[in-house]
């Protein structure tokens, strides 16, 4: 009965301490209704205004303006930046085609970054500053949990605010 009990209490401590660690945060888990497959050459682009320039953006699944987790390609010309910003949240970027140079840090540094390429992925903490740029046309698998943002460490390189 006394390990019954203890088990019990153990499990309960197990999902109070979980709760408390997500800061009581509740997002809608990733659904689907059908099956889908997904082709770089046929992927259908649309305009990203969060972002600088000409980046273009596909959601593959979930909502990025909604809290949940999303994921999204982001495809960037040749010779393509993003200036020093932070997310709300922590993201995984994965590199599907080019490559890309992301580096950490309130300034973009093109001496100061990372190399990587197709099948190369990295990991983000929430409001952790960095920069990204490539030398070719490149696309990233982004798996984030909305509501998606970006804020700019210098708020004149928002293209929303142009």
């Known amino acids: ?9 153990g499990a309960g401590l197990a999902i109070l301490a979980g709760y408390a660690l997500a800061g009581g945060d509740q997002i ?3 659904t689907t209704t059908k099956m889908e497959s997904f082709e770089l050459d046929s992927i259908v682009w649309k305009d990203e205004p969060v972002l600088p320039g000409e980046a273009k953006s596909s959601v593959v699944i979930g909502d990025p303006s909604k809290p949940g987790v999303f994921m999204v390609y982001l495809k960037f010309p ?7 910003h932070t997310h709300p949240f922590t993201e995984v970027v994965t590199v599907l ?3 890309v140079w992301n580096g950490m840090g309130e300034k973009l540094d093109r ?3 990372e190399k990587l390429g197709v099948g190369a992925s990295f990991t983000l903490p929430a409001e952790h500053a960095h920069y990204l740029w490539n030398e070719d046309e490149s696309v990233v698998l982004l798996t984030a949990t909305g509501p998606w943002n970006i804020t700019y460490i210098n708020p004149a390189d928002d293209p929303r605010k142009k």
């Open 111 to 113: 001496q100061k970054g």
């Open 78 to 84: 040749a010779n393509y930046e993003i200036p020093a």
């Open 97 to 99: 085609k080019g490559s």
């Open 1 to 9: 009965m006394k390990a019954l009990l203890a088990g019990v209490a």
């Open 28 to 30: 809608e888990r990733m």
